[in-house]
């Protein structure tokens, strides 16, 4: 009888600790390569190990596609992903069974267990994803709430269509980058409030989102919107997502048409995609939804997920978590953004990525951004070095992080990482 790959009495011979983001019900998928094997490849994480897919695959040990067709070889997981989610199940069912502790396989052959099994420590990780488009939302409650009350303090906080749709906009996938990868301060136009004109420089309000990336991995023909469920099987999986914001850029330039320079600088994930069935144990109902959407948007089942969040702002003087907060607070679901975003008849493709938009809970210590956190600069954060910041600094390191816990396990993403090095000099195009 197959045995359930989420399972949470499995075991690998392949240690993980308790701490582990990576035990044997994750299995996320990336993109790595080492200093003695250059070509990037895809693999899984497994404890404190890279598990060379593209090695299992050249050795008959798995064989997504059939035949003698490959789809690990590659520098994306676009390829696999295209095969649809009845291989995406059956994939990760066999990989589970190779790490399993009763398995011999692998167990057993030490020179094959060596060749296969590269420790994380000596791989570099690499955008996971050919990223083909990039939407950003806006569907916390809270964070939209947070900004309404900021900046139309006479007004209501939310939009009158917030509470109908998902609010999003076209965002750049050309600047989605892979964790550890480092962020320049962007330049722009900026215009404050008691300006007659505007001015040009880098920004000096730069802020981070914390999000979580939602990666397509099935496509929809131009002309057709897809129903809920359709929007469910599409999902691959998901990844942490940081949409970088430069506050004294966007509010010049978003009237009418919404962000542009302000987030088109740089978005940064992380480099595993967990994969949304080994999500399904913490899925969760949403908030409740008032006024109810339009049926094409209607829930009929769980859809958000317990994953808990915590943000870091590390300085060379050490690190301060500033935020923790749950996925599951998110008004709009994933599979409602998917699907609102093809009922146009718009055309998803593999490959696209969706930020869930900045995840912000109820409790001060919940907002997913230093405009929240430290209200649009009038409450400054006091960091463990006791220096204080209402936005970032050049050489602040921002880290996000984050898992959903199980019995005696969880299910982790790594870290998203990026440091903030100083703008491009305007006079002469370097620094």
Not at 106 to 112: S, T
Not at 377 to 396: H, K, N, S, V
């Amino acid at each position: 009888m197959p045995v359930n790959p989420s399972d949470p009495s499995l075991r690998s011979f392949i240690e993980a600790r308790p701490d582990s983001d990576f035990p044997i019900q994750n299995l996320p998928f990336g993109v790595f390569s080492t200093q003695s094997s250059p070509q990037k490849r895809v693999g899984v994480a497994i404890g404190d190990f890279v598990l060379d897919l593209a090695e299992l695959e050249q050795r008959r040990l798995l064989a997504p596609a059939g035949g003698e067709t490959h789809v690990f070889d590659r520098a994306s997981i676009n390829a696999y992903m295209a095969l649809g989610q009845k291989v995406w199940s059956q994939t990760r069912a066999k990989i589970s069974e190779l790490l399993r502790h009763d398995n011999p396989t692998l167990r057993d052959d030490k020179a094959l267990r060596e060749t296969v099994l590269v420790p994380r420590s000596g791989a570099t990780m690499h955008l996971p994803i050919e990223v083909m488009g990039f939407t950003d939302f806006y569907s916390s409650r809270e964070h939209a709430s947070n900004v309404g009350k900021m900046f139309r303090p006479q007004g209501e906080p939310l939009m009158p269509n917030w509470l109908h749709m998902p609010i999003g906009y076209n965002g750049r996938a050309s600047t989605v980058v892979v964790s550890g990868t480092p962020v320049r301060r962007p330049n722009g136009q900026m215009k404050p409030p008691q300006a007659n004109a505007p001015t040009m420089g880098p920004s000096r309000r730069l802020d981070f989102e914390l999000e979580m990336g939602v990666v397509v991995g099935q496509p929809n023909k131009m002309g057709s919107p897809i129903s809920m469920a359709q929007a469910e099987e599409m999902i691959f999986g998901f990844v942490l997502l940081n949409d970088w914001s430069a506050r004294d850029i966007q509010p010049w330039e978003q009237p009418p048409l919404g962000p542009f320079q302000a987030k088109a600088f740089a978005t940064s994930i992380s480099p595993w995609v967990v994969t949304r069935e080994a999500l399904a144990p913490f899925l969760v109902d949403g908030p409740v939804q008032e006024p109810a959407p339009l049926p094409y948007l209607s829930r009929q089942a769980p859809q958000n997920y317990d994953i808990g969040l915590e943000v870091a702002l590390s300085s060379d003087k050490g690190e301060t978590v500033i935020s923790r907060t749950n996925f599951k607070y998110m008004y709009w679901s994933s599979a409602q953004q998917l699907a609102h975003h093809a009922f146009c008849g718009c055309a998803m493709r593999v490959g696209d990525l969706l930020g869930s938009g900045t995840i912000s809970g109820p409790e001060k210590h919940e907002r997913g951004s230093l405009l929240e956190l430290s209200w649009n600069g009038t409450e400054p954060l006091t960091l463990q070095d006791g220096a204080q910041r209402t936005f970032l600094e050049d050489g602040d390191t921002l880290i996000l992080r984050g898992a959903a816990r199980g019995e005696g396990y969880r299910i982790g993403f790594g870290e998203c990482a990026g440091t903030i090095r100083p703008a491009v000099a305007l006079a002469t195009g370097e620094r």
